[in-house]
Each structure stands twice: as structure tokens, then as C-alpha cells.
């Protein structure tokens, strides 16, 4: 089993529909996570993190962590074109010299 | 100013080549990290500096070579590359060493014929 599951997708949506993306994952350790969005040919843009248990919301992106169900989702209200990208996840537990775990990614892509 | 720059934006090398990736940041912070992303994957981790020193290195062949030549700067030689190293090359900077929120430049395209 891989520490970290995403579903690559690809996820097509209208403009302003609701979008959730989610990741699981194994290690109980992971206490930071994260959503980067990437659009192609580009470097990972960090959207949000999360220490912990809880939700955490920035204008239309929400971030849920349930570290009970080893379970996070992002949120993207009123979706747009510009929201086209892959989204991934990344955590890490909170100790020097571990590496940040990335999912696949998943590509979404939302059409006007 | 959350900016990490990276020079250059693209980069073709034959593989008897030496050449050099740099990446730069101004947000004071001490640990910086290069990884490697090849086409419709994540991005896997090659190196770790922590203030300068090297952390960690993920058994990366010993063509690529790292360097840090101080907190704001991080390199990455290449010598006798192979094809398969053709990939996008990210730079990555976190305030310390719990890694939880790092920031990403835009990378370097490498293509190795």
C-alpha cells in the first residue's frame, strides 16, 4: 500500500460547479499537510496547509484534514478556467529530515 | 515574497555535457531541496540542505552533484547525464527543518540527448 492515494483523474467540471479532491493515506505520523495546485510546465504553487485535525479556508478553497479516517480533501467553490491544474497533496509527520510525501496528483479541468 | 527563482528555464545537454542548475531564495530560509518530476508525476525528492549542510540524499546517482554555497543559493552540477534524465528539475525552500510548508520555483526543463 503507498503512503499517499490520490486519484489522478482527470476530473472535468463546468464553471462554478463545487470540486473535491481528496488523498488518503497510511502513516498515522503525518501531522502536516498540504495542497499544492501545478499548471503545466510549471513549478508546484503551495494553496494550503494544515497542521493536524481540522478545516482551514482561504476565499474559495477549503481544506479538510480527519486524521481519524487518514483522510484530506480540498474544496474549490465557483469554480473557473484558471482552476485548470493538477492538485497535489503533500504531508509530512513533524520530525527533521523526513521528506514530504506527495500523492500522484489530479488533474482537473474546468470548462466555461 | 514567497519566491524561489531558478535559471535556466530550459536547458538541452548531450550527455558528455557539464552544466549547472541554480536556485535562489530571499526569504531567509535555511533549508532548501531539488527534486526531480518527470511527466504526470510528483515531484521525488534528490536532496535535502539543512543550513547549508547537506541532510539528506535520496540515492541519487552520483552524476548529480549539489552544492550550497551559502543560505540563499543551491546548485546542481551535471556530468555525463543519461537520456532518462531528461525531466523537470524543481527547487524548493522551507523556514527550517520541519519541512511543512515549502515553496517551489518554476523549474528547470532539462533535456539530455
Known amino acids: 500500500q503507498k503512503e499517499v492515494e490520490q486519484d489522478p483523474g482527470p476530473l472535468s467540471v463546468p464553471e462554478g460547479a463545487i470540486v473535491s479532491l481528496n488523498c488518503t493515506y497510511s502513516n498515522s505520523a503525518f501531522q502536516y499537510f498540504m495542497w499544492y495546485r501545478q499548471y503545466s510546465r510549471k513549478g508546484p504553487e503551495l494553496l494550503m496547509y494544515?497542521?493536524?485535525?481540522g478545516n482551514k479556508e482561504d476565499g474559495r478553497f477549503t481544506a479538510q484534514v480527519d486524521k481519524s479516517s487518514k483522510y484530506i480533501s480540498l474544496f474549490i467553490r465557483d469554480s473557473q478556467p484558471s482552476d485548470s491544474a493538477t492538485y497535489l497533496c503533500?504531508?509530512?509527520?513533524?520530525?527533521?529530515?523526513?521528506?514530504?510525501?506527495f500523492g500522484k496528483g489530479t488533474t482537473l479541468s474546468v470548462s466555461s | 515574497d514567497t519566491e524561489v527563482t531558478q535559471t535556466p528555464k530550459h536547458l538541452v545537454m548531450g550527455m558528455t555535457n557539464k552544466k549547472s542548475l541554480k536556485c535562489e531564495q530571499h526569504m531567509g530560509h535555511r533549508a532548501m531541496y531539488w527534486y526531480k518530476q518527470k511527466a504526470k508525476k510528483p515531484p521525488e525528492l534528490m536532496f535535502v540542505?539543512?543550513?547549508?549542510?547537506?541532510?539528506i540524499n535520496e540515492s541519487v546517482p552520483s552524476r548529480f552533484s549539489p552544492e550550497c554555497p551559502n543560505s540563499s543559493l543551491l546548485n546542481l552540477h551535471l556530468h555525463a547525464l543519461q537520456p532518462e534524465d531528461s525531466a523537470l528539475y524543481l527547487c524548493a525552500s522551507s523556514q527550517g527543518v520541519v519541512r511543512e510548508t515549502q515553496y517551489f520555483g518554476p523549474g528547470t526543463r532539462l533535456l539530455v540527448l
Open positions: 494544515t497542521y493536524s485535525s
Open positions: 540542505y539543512s543550513y547549508e549542510k547537506l541532510s
Open positions: 503533500a504531508m509530512t509527520p513533524n520530525q527533521a529530515g523526513t521528506a514530504l510525501i
